[in-house]
């Protein structure tokens, strides 16, 4: 795969305008706040390694992104998941279908814990979520890109968002970025996210600012709000935005935006995960009957 810079085009939302950070773009395959964090095993060398092992949920977006990089990199994939719902496995669809098809060893086991598991030399553990060191060396990558453009556009204020669900990605950009870096609580709310920042980096300063909500969201839970913030951006803008995080990133930056003198430039990064949307959908279909 040939990396390439993501464009970063301009968008309206509710009146702002606001940069939009296309990280859904990077490539058709291999894209998004995933394809930043493994890019570390994308590039390097993986000196005798012929299997990754991770785990997380049989949905998850770094299910697929780890499936795409097993083919690209020859490497088998392990995927540890607590519980496969009887329905998707006979209705396989999004991320856990396409890294069935490209090959991931989906082991169904309600009792694996990361932490016991004895990693042999031929093989490499990633935390859930990828929640590692080495996702610092993808998204570095990405803070150069933001600030070379700022550069180049002749930008010197700028705030960035994006929504968090570890809050790997939202402290290594702090770390390598001059700018402001606001994120939303998407899983485990602020003080879950806090913990995750020190646990990544101890001293402050490097913390990205985490803008409180007035609501609690519970992680993969429907909300009616959400699925019209996804419908008003597809409509707006023709894009598509992730059911997951994105409408908690919209939402929590307009708070923001409501209560605090703005005169910064925005920038907003979309971190794909549309394939997950195939499975949200649905639900939320269901659920509000659309
Ligand atoms: C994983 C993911 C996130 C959260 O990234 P963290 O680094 O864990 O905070 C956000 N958006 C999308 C689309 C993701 O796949």
């Given at each position: 795969?040939?990396?390439?810079?993501?464009?970063?085009?301009?968008?309206?939302?509710?009146?702002?305008?606001?940069?939009?950070k296309?990280?859904?773009?990077?490539?058709?395959?291999?894209?998004?706040?995933?394809?930043?964090?493994?890019?570390?095993?994308?590039?390097?060398?993986?000196?005798?390694i012929?299997?990754?092992?991770?785990?997380?949920?049989?949905?998850a977006?770094?299910?697929?992104?780890?499936?795409?990089?097993?083919?690209?990199?020859?490497?088998?994939?392990?995927?540890?998941?607590?519980?496969?719902?009887?329905?998707?496995?006979?209705?396989?669809?999004?991320?856990?279908k396409?890294?069935?098809?490209?090959?991931?060893?989906?082991?169904?086991?309600?009792?694996?814990?990361?932490?016991?598991?004895?990693?042999?030399?031929?093989?490499?553990?990633?935390e859930?979520?990828?929640r590692?060191?080495?996702?610092e060396?993808?998204?570095?990558?990405?803070?150069?890109?933001?600030?070379?453009?700022?550069?180049?556009?002749?930008?010197?204020?700028?705030?960035?968002?994006?929504?968090?669900?570890?809050?790997?990605?939202?402290?290594?950009?702090q770390?390598?970025?001059?700018?402001?870096?606001?994120?939303?609580?998407?899983?485990?709310?602020s003080?879950?996210?806090?913990?995750?920042?020190?646990?990544?980096?101890?001293?402050?300063?490097?913390?990205?600012?985490?803008?409180?909500?007035?609501?609690?969201?519970?992680?993969?839970?429907?909300?009616?709000?959400?699925?019209?913030?996804?419908?008003?951006?597809?409509?707006?803008?023709?894009?598509?935005?992730?059911?997951?995080?994105?409408?908690?990133?919209?939402?929590?930056?307009?708070?923001?935006?409501?209560?605090?003198?703005?005169?910064?430039?925005?920038?907003?990064?979309?971190?794909?995960?549309?394939?997950?949307?195939?499975?949200?959908?649905?639900?939320?279909?269901?659920?509000?009957?659309?």
């Open positions: 795969m040939n990396y390439i810079n993501s464009p970063i085009e301009k968008i309206k939302f509710r009146n702002t305008d606001i940069y939009l296309r990280d859904d773009l990077l490539d058709k395959h291999f894209s998004g706040n995933k394809a930043r964090k493994f890019y570390y095993y994308l590039i390097n060398d993986l000196k005798n012929d299997k990754i092992i991770s785990f997380g949920s049989a949905q977006n770094s299910l697929y992104s780890l499936s795409v990089l097993g083919k690209i990199r020859n490497t088998n994939i392990d995927f540890y998941v607590n519980h496969i719902s009887s329905y998707l496995k006979e209705n396989a669809c999004g991320n856990y396409a890294a069935l098809e490209n090959g991931v060893n989906i082991i169904e086991d309600e009792n694996f814990d990361f932490e016991k598991y004895k990693v042999k030399k031929n093989e490499i553990l990633i859930e979520g990828a590692v060191k080495e996702a060396f993808g998204i570095k990558i990405l803070a150069h890109e933001i600030s070379s453009w700022a550069e180049e556009n002749k930008i010197k204020n700028l705030k960035i968002f994006l929504p968090s669900g570890t809050g790997t990605t939202a402290l290594f950009l770390k390598h970025l001059e700018f402001e870096v606001l994120t939303a609580a998407c899983v485990g709310g003080e879950y996210l806090k913990k995750q920042f020190s646990h990544l980096e101890s001293n402050e300063k490097f913390h990205p600012k985490i803008i409180e909500m007035p609501k609690k969201y519970h992680f993969g839970k429907l909300y009616k709000e959400f699925y019209e913030v996804y419908e008003e951006l597809l409509e707006t803008t023709k894009i598509e935005f992730d059911l997951l995080y994105d409408p908690l990133g919209f939402l929590s930056m307009q708070k923001y935006l409501n209560e605090n003198e703005n005169s910064d430039e925005i920038l907003y990064i979309h971190q794909g995960g549309i394939l997950g949307n195939e499975s949200m959908k649905p639900r939320y279909e269901r659920k509000f009957n659309k």
